[in-house]
């Protein structure tokens, strides 16, 4: 299980995966009228099995888009090989029954999603154009820009990839799927060292972002029956996450009042369990 978390965030991070975002937020908020701002498991080992024959491959595909500003990000990303590496790091580290498509396409909605019927995470440009403009507002220099659009960018994918693994593994969820893959997303970024755990922590500030910009009004029926959480309670769960996998190192966020003491008592249980349940879950089919 531990090969995953080293096959994602890392592996890109050295082929200059985080660099390639930062020219993707700035060559975003210049088309626009927005400009940036001023454990191990418990239990014990698991047991040692074969290491497990798939016939699926992860593979990658580009959506044709018609904006021109999409184009041209499409266009960076295909030169930097950022799905090719990412599907390559995958094909050597977990066996799957069926190929699972890794894409980057014009959606015609601010989105990212996994489609059952293709076996297809798309990753919208829509909406990497609306988490340029949600960090943009608070960030103050392009870097920083670019390095929280990477970690919302990864979680999101990671997110996603949940979602693909429980359809074609036909993996167990007890509970709402979205908590569970939100969950995987997390232990994946922040066992991949310093620079996943930060990753979570920029991922959170997007729902923080879209739970303040609600808090002036009502919430809806829709929203309260939506699948996934809120978002100040995923902003709430991801501080958790990570605060419970180092607590000395984070404590920070508890002692500058970020993540309430009474939720960080049961962090690092949280945390545990949650890394105990998707290694067992997803150990059989890891390659040795």
């Known amino acids: 299980m531990t090969r995953l978390y ?22 975003l908020i210049a088309g626009s009228s927005i400009a940036p701002g001023n454990h191990a498991a418990i239990g014990g080992p698991l047991p040692q099995r074969p290491t497990p024959q798939g016939k699926g491959k992860f593979k990658t595909l580009y959506i044709p888009v018609k904006n021109k500003a999409y184009t041209e990000m499409q266009d960076l990303i295909v030169s930097l090989r950022l799905l090719e590496e990412l599907a390559a790091d995958f094909n050597d580290t977990i066996a799957i029954p069926v190929d699972i498509t890794l894409t980057f396409g014009e959606c015609g909605e601010v ?67 979205e908590d569970a893959v939100d969950q995987l997303a997390t232990v994946i970024l922040v066992e991949a060292g310093e620079d996943g755990e930060k990753a979570v922590l ?11 910009a609600q808090s002036q009004t009502r919430l809806t029926k829709s929203q309260f029956a939506d699948e996934h959480a809120l978002d100040a309670q995923r902003f709430y769960n991801l501080l958790c996450w990570v605060y419970g996998h ?22 690092a249980d949280e945390y545990d369990k949650i890394f105990k349940s998707w290694s067992r879950l997803l150990d059989p089919y890891m390659k040795k």
């Open 6 to 27: 080293r096959a994602s965030y890392e592996p890109l991070k050295r082929r200059g995966a985080v660099a390639a975002i930062v020219l993707i937020g700035v060559a």
């Open 246 to 267: 180092n607590e000395k190192k984070y404590a920070y966020l508890v002692n500058k009042g970020m993540l309430p003491k009474e939720r960080a008592e049961r962090c």
């Open 111 to 177: 989105n990212a999603f996994y489609r059952p019927d293709k076996h297809q995470i798309i990753f919208c440009y829509e909406y990497l154009e609306e988490l340029a403009k949600i960090y943009a507002a608070t960030t103050k220099s392009d870097e920083e820009l670019g390095t929280r659009l990477t970690g919302s960018i990864f979680h999101t994918f990671f997110h996603e990839l949940g979602h693909a693994l429980i359809h074609v593994l036909d993996l167990p969820v007890t509970g709402k799927e």
């Open 202 to 212: 920029n991922a959170s500030l997007e729902f923080l972002a879209n739970y303040q």
